[in-house]
Antibody, heavy 120, light 107 residues
Framework: QVQLQESGPGLVKPSETLSLTCTVSGGSISSYYWSWIRQPPGKGLEWIGY???????NYNPSLKSRVTISVDTSKNQFSLKLSSVTAADTAVYYC??????????????WGQGTLVTVSS | DIQMTQSPSSLSASVGDRVTITCRAS??????LNWYQQKPGKAPKLLIYAASSLQSGVPSRFSGSGSGTDFTLTVSSLQPEDFATYYCQQSDSTPHTFGGGTKVEIK
């Protein structure tokens, strides 16, 4: 059974870079889609982007200039970097793995989420 | 971006009630529509994919329908564990946008 676990600082200063890692267990990280999704406190879900097959990326245009998603196959981890953060980036960040077939992308595997607060 | 609009944003219902939540896409998304349930402090859980396919392990009281721009999630007989927030999400094109959510509360 695939399991995902987010890790990283819970507090980031404004204008700095948010960095999170998702550790994948129970399966290889190769040849799948890996995604980040966030949820501001009390609000809805926002798709950040995904990485596929360890190299091909697709980002939300609203965040594209600030986001980087990468994979470290040697550690079975993938990561999120979000630069120049503001208070609006305060959210619970989830890593997720969609199942992908002719029916589309459906997000089945999720981490438990980690709250990142942007504050000085 | 494709905008997903859910209604209502919240509802109050009793155990045993039939509940219907609607989701409308700003353009046609065929059946690339998923439904999730989220409880406080937890990650979303996939209920329905491809508009009407029940994810394995999800109770049969949940059902989904629709295609194009209009979709519904129905709970045939609401159970105590179903009080939660429900989200629709499209995967027809990126970004994979979510609806604003529908909070189902106890009447």
């Amino acid at each position: 059974q695939v399991q995902l676990q987010e890790s990283g600082p819970g507090l980031v200063k404004p204008s700095e870079t948010l960095s999170l890692t998702c550790t994948v267990s129970g399966g290889s990280i190769s040849s799948y889609y890996w995604s980040w999704i966030r949820q501001p406190p009390g609000k809805g879900l926002e798709w950040i982007g995904y990485i596929y097959n360890s190299g091909s990326t697709n980002y939300n245009p609203s965040l594209k200039s600030r986001v980087t998603i990468s994979v470290d196959t040697s550690k079975n981890q993938f990561s999120l970097k979000l630069s120049s953060v503001t208070a609006a980036d305060t959210a619970v960040y989830y890593c997720a793995r969609p199942l992908v077939d002719s029916s589309g992308y459906y997000y089945y595997y999720w981490g438990q989420g980690t709250l990142v607060t942007v504050s000085s | 971006d494709i905008q997903m609009t859910q209604s209502p944003s919240s509802l109050s219902a009793s155990v045993g009630d039939r509940v219907t939540i609607t989701c409308r896409a700003s353009q046609s998304i065929s059946t690339y529509l998923n439904w999730y349930q989220q409880k406080p402090g937890k990650a979303p859980k996939l209920l329905i994919y491809a508009a009407s396919s029940l994810q394995s392990g999800v109770p049969s009281r949940f059902s989904g329908s629709g295609s194009g721009t209009d979709f519904t999630l129905t709970v045939s007989s609401l159970q105590p564990e179903d009080f939660a927030t429900y989200y629709c999400q499209q995967s027809d094109s990126t970004p994979h946008t979510f609806g604003g959510g529908t909070k189902v509360e106890i009447k």
